[in-house]
């Protein structure tokens, strides 16, 4: 089981997806496959590229100068690195280390977190943040944490697959699923099309 010592550079990358896990073992052989094929995919993937969020992009305006922000399935870390090279700190989560040790090796001050989401978001990820930040990665079951996550004013950006314009298929949104799932936060923008659902929303203060 890889640990901390196997993600890279970076100042604490706890492993909360460790042996100690009291799941069963077929859970745990489901986290295992996730981290081993996203593992495989960014091994052979380039140096990180620090990136805003896709839903973000022409309506930066609406983030806070700076503050305190968490990414949700990270991969490579490319978002969560752009935030930290704004002076954001910066917690970021994923199952495969590989991903995390690319991201390290751009932005040693993010907290990497190896961990199964499968599992909810680890407990040093509770938030309050400022922004919330989960793209290309889809689990209803996490959507109500996402939400209580985020600090009061807190930004929610979410980017997901949708069945809209695509294929329906298991890891695709529903039409409606993102609209309906924030019910309690102010929706700024909203999209679904070519496959792909899009929501921005903010938390009341
Ligand atoms: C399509 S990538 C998206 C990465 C990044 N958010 C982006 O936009 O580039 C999906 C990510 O979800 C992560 N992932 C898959 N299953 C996971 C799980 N059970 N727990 C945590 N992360 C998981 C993968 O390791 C992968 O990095």
Known sequence: MPG?????????????????????LAALSGAAADRERWDGRHAVAGPTVAAPPDALRGRESLLPVSGR??????GRGGVAVWFARRGWRVDAVDVSPVG??????????VTWHVHDL????????????DV????????????PALAAALAPG???VLTVLSEVGDTAGPYRAAPG????????LEHLAHAERD?????????GP
């Open 4 to 24: 901390p010592a196997d993600v890279g550079p970076g100042p604490r990358v706890p492993d909360t997806a460790g042996a100690s896990d009291p799941r069963p």
């Open 69 to 74: 922000m968490l990414d949700v399935a990270c």
């Open 100 to 109: 995390l040790a690319a991201g390290a090796a751009a932005a040693p001050q």
């Open 118 to 129: 499968g599992r909810g978001l680890p407990v040093e990820c509770a938030g309050p943040y």
């Open 132 to 143: 919330v930040v989960c793209q290309r990665f889809r689990d209803p079951a996490l959507y």
């Open 154 to 156: 807190g930004l929610l």
């Open 177 to 184: 699923e993102l609209a309906a799932a924030f019910p309690e």
């Open 195 to 203: 496959g792909q659902a899009t929501l921005l929303a903010r938390r």
